[in-house]
C-alpha cells in the first residue's frame, strides 16, 4: 500500500512563440543571477532579524521601552541614548543573542540618524580618540559571558 503525503498539481506546458526580444521572459544569468540571489538572501536575513525583534519586543518590557526611545531619538539627543542605559541595567539578564539583536538595532538607529545629518553612516574612533556612542554601548551590551 503506498501512501502519497503530498502531491502537486501539474501545469501542462505551454508553447509560446516570442515575436520580439521585449516579449522574451526576463532570464538572468551571471551577475545578475548573482545579485538577485544575494539579495534574496539579504531579504530572508532581514525578514529574520525582524521576527527576532518582535519575539523580543513581545515578550519584554525593558526592550520596548528602548524601542520606543530608539523610535524618537535624534542626532543631537544621541548622548541622551547612554544615559537611558545607564539608568537601566537591563541588559544584563539578556542573553548574547538577544544583547546583539538589541545592539544591532541601535546600530541601524545611529547609522540612519547620522545619514540624515548628511553624515557617513560609520564614525568609529580612532585609537586616542573618545569612543564613539555606538562604540560605548557596544561595550556594555557585548561583554564576555564570563563577566556578565
Not at 101 to 110: A, D, K, P, R, S
Not at 129 to 144: A, G, K
Request: net charge negative.
Amino acid at each position: 500500500m503506498s501512501v502519497v503525503f503530498f502531491q502537486q498539481k501539474q501545469k501542462k506546458a505551454r508553447l509560446r512563440v516570442v515575436r520580439n526580444e521585449s516579449e522574451a521572459p526576463l532570464v538572468l544569468r551571471g551577475a545578475a543571477k548573482e545579485l538577485a540571489e544575494d539579495n534574496a538572501q539579504l531579504r530572508r536575513y532581514q525578514q529574520f532579524l525582524m521576527q527576532e525583534l518582535q519575539a523580543l519586543l513581545s515578550n519584554d518590557e525593558e526592550a520596548r521601552e528602548l524601542a520606543g526611545f530608539l523610535r524618537h531619538l535624534t542626532y543631537d539627543a544621541l548622548p541622551s541614548l547612554l544615559a537611558f542605559m545607564a539608568e537601566r541595567d537591563w541588559f544584563a539578564w539578556a542573553s548574547l543573542e538577544q544583547r546583539v539583536l538589541i545592539l544591532h538595532f541601535i546600530n541601524n538607529t545611529i547609522c540612519r540618524l547620522r545619514v540624515r545629518e548628511g553624515l557617513a553612516p560609520i564614525d568609529d574612533s580612532l585609537p586616542g580618540e573618545d569612543p564613539s556612542v555606538f562604540e560605548i554601548c557596544r561595550q556594555h551590551l557585548v561583554r564576555e559571558e564570563s563577566n556578565g
